[in-house]
């Protein structure tokens, strides 16, 4: 079954240098009938205008999955960590017992387009840590590209839940296929572009819940359609 949760339908915050949307209830967004997906917690879609961005603040008992789509992203945590998230990068923060951070634009020229995904982790008071990795597309062109895991497997990011979370880049006229195990769920977030799944039509910030199905078929993609799907635990 695919229940689709469509970009117009989401909730919406206008800060003048942020516009940010919520697949999933976030701050002064609230409903009760989409208040996350499994495990799945918080997508949001922001847009951090030139030189802008979060002062430093706090979270606890969070996995925090920073993904970049164009610009870039400067980062600052109470680890004593300090980057900048590019396109093509991932970057997990494992809040547990407690973590504070910044997150500013990087640049005083570009906007910064970015997904903000909030997990639900598997044990709660870990010690707070970080990871930032490349993301292979070039090698893996029209193909899954496996972000993060909980083992941390493939060089990819270790999530402290049962979430196994892909990337793909498509381009006009690829088609791409996934054949979930059973007793899993899964969430489909269309990141850019459109594409057809299971000829359901999607275009970007469409997202979809998807139980007990037993193949998913991605067709007909604009030019650098981008997606990314959740495999979870149930």
Not at 139 to 160: C, D, F, M, P, R
Request: aromatic share 8%; net charge negative; charged share 15%.
């Amino acid at each position: 079954m695919l229940t689709i949760r469509p970009h117009q339908e989401r909730g919406f915050a206008n800060r003048g240098w942020l516009q940010s949307w919520h697949s999933f209830s976030f701050g002064s967004y609230q409903d009760p009938q989409h208040m996350g997906f499994g495990c799945l917690r918080v997508i949001n879609e922001d847009i951090i205008q030139p030189s802008e961005g979060f002062p430093t603040h706090g979270h606890a008992d969070m996995e925090i999955i920073t993904y970049v789509l164009s610009g870039a992203l400067a980062h600052k945590d109470s680890l004593e960590t300090g980057s900048t998230i590019l396109p093509s990068e991932v970057q997990r923060m494992s809040a547990g017992t407690g973590i504070t951070h910044s997150e500013y634009n990087a640049s005083d020229t570009d906007p910064v387009h970015l997904l903000q995904i909030w997990i639900l982790p598997a044990t709660q008071g870990t010690t707070p840590s970080y990871e930032q990795k490349p993301i292979p597309f070039e090698t893996k062109a029209g193909q899954w590209v496996l972000v993060g895991s909980q083992t941390g497997k493939e060089g990819s990011v270790t999530i402290n839940q049962d979430v196994t979370l892909y990337a793909a880049r498509l381009h006009e006229g690829e088609t791409l296929s996934y054949s979930p195990q059973a007793n899993r769920k899964l969430w489909l977030q269309v990141a850019k572009g459109s594409v057809q799944l299971n000829n359901s039509p999607l275009t970007a910030g469409d997202g979809v819940g998807i139980v007990d199905e037993p193949l998913l078929t991605l067709t007909d993609a604009t030019p650098d359609t981008e997606i990314l799907l959740f495999d979870m635990g149930i």
